[in-house]
């Protein structure tokens, strides 16, 4: 298995409860949006992609701080 440079993050939102009536602004851009992350917060699909990518980054940046994978 070969870990990609970049993370790259796909969400299924195709549950309604991804959706609202209501357009809000998104959690992680000035856009407004009606869909919903896991959280029921507004937020794009692709935004909310791009930072779970980055959660997983900040993740794997930590094991490698730690030395987790060295053991
Ligand atoms: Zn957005």
Not at 14 to 29: F, I, L
């Amino acid at each position: 298995m070969t870990a990609p440079k970049t993370p790259s993050v796909v969400l299924d939102w195709g549950d309604s409860r991804h959706w609202s009536a209501k357009s809000r602004p998104c959690e992680y851009c000035p856009g407004l949006t009606h869909l919903l992350d896991d959280e029921g917060r507004p937020a794009h699909k692709t935004c909310a992609e791009a930072a779970a990518a980055a959660a997983a980054v900040a993740v794997v940046d930590a094991y490698r701080q730690e030395g987790a994978w060295a053991r």
